[in-house]
């Protein structure tokens, strides 16, 4: 480490400058200390300079976390740049994927999963000196674990710094956390940013992105200067809204997206604005990541995706949902950096005031048995004892390593005599690897080995998503007809399967205008087909590293062939049924008379009428005798 050869600088542009002294003060004073500050406040480039001007560095990196790759190398190449020295050597960052850090760094970004690697080979963290975790108050599962690992270090580690910084969101509970240790609030640059109202139509329908374009378009059509920034929930939504940009007065400007899994190249662009009017479309990554400079508008859809665990379908599911007030105010608070700003909400005052104020810890949006399983893979103790900043309910605890041993990935630890004490499993093990939910994970470790990957993938993406058939009231008889052709008469999974086919064989062919015609005219949730597609991309995109040579392809077994009845069809029939029926092994029920099944723990269940199951002139006999 050559710490000693890197002389901090700075401009006092930054609200953070005017509190160094006392944060440097602080920080040689006590081992923890809490950081509250919005973004553009500078805390995150500028925090690491102050833990050089503390002397730290000289024996072990001086780490700083972020919850996004596309922040940890902008801060990483931000802060290399202000201490004048070459990226990648002195300053560093470190991704999933490419480590760019030497022996001689000092300054080591990365993301905090990373770290968390990294804390199950070095539980003391002995090659830092100093640890930095950046947007706290997001409270991912990461930083939440990290948190808790950092609690139990700091009597084993007394001269480990460790600093979290945070929004102004809930920072007492951080404090708290850490024996009251004190917190310094920085304010951010800020000048006046006037909201105004201006509710999509109807949101469902992914009318945002209509209401999105008419309101970039009304303000480049007023002439003011300034970039524009829109919030959106996800790149396929950044992708549509650009698209309907370019064929509007919009075209004039730079249309720039900026989401998590941009090159870095493009990333960059976002930092080095240049002649053009700038229209950035970003996902919620520019909530707090990332401080997008010259924004005098923000456009916000107020909508976000959110991971949730559904336990109704025991899978955890990525919708799009209103986002907290809190949120909203940090997406407000991107513009009026350089001048009075203007953020248009595309939904109205009532139903802001209505949203909760703080976005629901990770913690509690989670399957408890993905966090366990983490944790056990992880080792990093009992979920029972550990120190969480919010620990998980008994009852969802015990739930969680129900559903693990029911899926084999744990049993019971004979060396102990305490009856909820268990171990993991090779079959653990290899669910760990697997960044979904564990029952999901099951069904596909089990479709791999049945030669029937590419089906159940596609399934256990839709049982992931709302159902996507739609059958309004007034329109019933009309949805039923139009869902008869995708059903499938022996599995309402392979209606899945047979639903996704149709849309896939209209995708390639059909304007986005043209297949949400598709689907309305065929009673499907465009939205809901949208979400089932980014999902199983995900999953593809994760089981293709993984599973280096697995079967896995965008279009799937057609429907005709699977409603016939030759032996191949009955052999992918079995698999596909065998590979979900391993996750989902409680959801087992026993037919007892026509639509009626009795459950695991003696729960009743009747047949969905929905179903193509369903026996709709039985039901009809039926209710004729009951009368």
């Not at 503390?54 to 202000?82: D, H, Y």
């Not at 209401?211 to 524009?228: F, L, P």
């Amino acid at each position: 480490m050559h710490s000693s050869t890197l002389k901090p600088t700075y401009s006092d542009e930054l609200p953070i400058h005017h509190r160094r002294a006392e944060i440097i003060r602080s920080i040689h004073k006590h081992q923890v200390v809490v950081i509250a500050g919005e973004t553009g406040s500078g805390k995150t480039t500028q925090i690491p300079k102050f833990l050089l001007e503390c002397g730290l560095g000289q024996k072990g990196f001086l780490g700083c976390t972020q919850p996004r790759r596309v922040a940890a190398l902008s801060v990483a190449q931000r802060i290399a740049e202000e201490l004048g020295v070459q990226y990648g050597r002195e300053v560093g960052a470190k991704i999933r994927f490419t480590d760019q850090t030497q022996a001689d760094t000092v300054i080591k970004v990365m993301t905090d999963g990373i770290l968390l690697n990294e804390l199950q080979d070095d539980p003391l963290l002995r090659a830092y000196e100093a640890i930095v975790i950046d947007e706290a108050h997001e409270r991912s599962l990461n930083i939440d674990f990290i948190l808790g690992c950092l609690r139990q270090l700091t009597e084993r580690r007394k001269d480990l710094k460790i600093i979290i910084t945070s929004a102004t969101i809930d920072t007492a509970s951080f404090a708290k956390a850490f024996g009251d240790a004190p917190i310094i609030e920085v304010s951010g640059r800020m000048y006046p940013v006037e909201t105004l109202y201006r509710p999509a139509a109807n949101q469902d329908e992914g009318d945002y992105i209509e209401a999105a374009a008419e309101v970039v378009s009304e303000i480049i059509g007023h002439n003011q200067e300034g970039d524009i920034l829109v919030f959106l929930p996800g790149e396929r939504d950044i992708h549509e809204l650009r698209r309907q940009l370019e064929d509007s007065p919009a075209r004039q400007c730079d249309l720039l997206p900026l989401f998590g899994r941009l090159a870095n190249a493009d990333q960059q662009r976002i930092f080095h604005p240049g002649g053009r009017r700038r229209i950035i479309l970003s996902t919620n990554i520019a909530e707090t990541s990332l401080t997008v400079p010259g924004i005098r508008y923000v456009v916000d859809t107020g909508l976000a995706r959110v991971s949730r665990y559904s336990p109704h379908s025991r899978t955890q599911r990525l919708p799009i949902e209103p986002i907290a007030q809190s949120s909203a105010d940090q997406r407000k608070g991107r513009c009026g950096r350089v001048s009075q700003g203007v953020c248009y909400r595309l939904y109205d005052e009532q139903e802001f005031l209505a949203r909760p104020r703080y976005t629901t810890p990770e913690i509690h949006r989670s399957n408890l048995a993905s966090v366990i399983l983490r944790m056990m893979a992880f080792k990093l103790g009992d979920i029972r004892t550990f120190p969480f900043i919010d620990p998980p309910t008994e009852s969802a605890i015990v739930g969680g390593f129900r559903l693990l041993a029911e899926l084999g990935a744990v049993c019971a630890n004979d060396e102990s005599h305490n009856i909820d004490d268990y171990r993991l499993t090779s079959l653990g093990r290899r669910l760990a690897q697997l960044p979904v939910d564990p029952t999901v994970a099951r069904m596909l470790l089990q479709a791999q080995g049945e030669r029937a990957l590419p089906e159940v993938l596609v399934i256990a993406s839709g049982l992931s998503i709302q159902d996507p058939r739609e059958r309004p009231a007034e329109l019933a008889k009309e949805a039923d007809e139009m869902h008869k052709q995708f059903t499938h008469p022996e599995s309402d999974f392979l209606t899945l399967l047979n639903i996704w086919n149709a849309y896939h064989d209209k995708l390639d062919a059909l304007s986005q205008n043209k297949l949400r015609k598709f689907c309305k005219t065929h009673f499907l949730a465009y939205q809901r087909m949208r979400e089932w597609r980014d999902i199983h991309h995900q999953l593809e995109r994760t089981l293709t590293s993984l599973m280096a040579g697995g079967r896995v392809g965008k279009k799937t077994t057609p429907h005709a062939s699977l409603s016939t009845s030759n032996s191949p069809t009955e052999l992918i029939y079995a698999s596909i049924h065998k590979s979900i029926l391993s996750g989902l092994l409680s959801n087992i029920a026993h037919k007892e008379a026509e639509h009626n099944y009795r459950g695991p723990r003696n729960r009743k269940a009747l047949l969905f009428p929905g179903s193509g199951l369903f026996d709709h002139e039985t039901a009809k006999k039926q209710r004729k005798a009951a009368y």
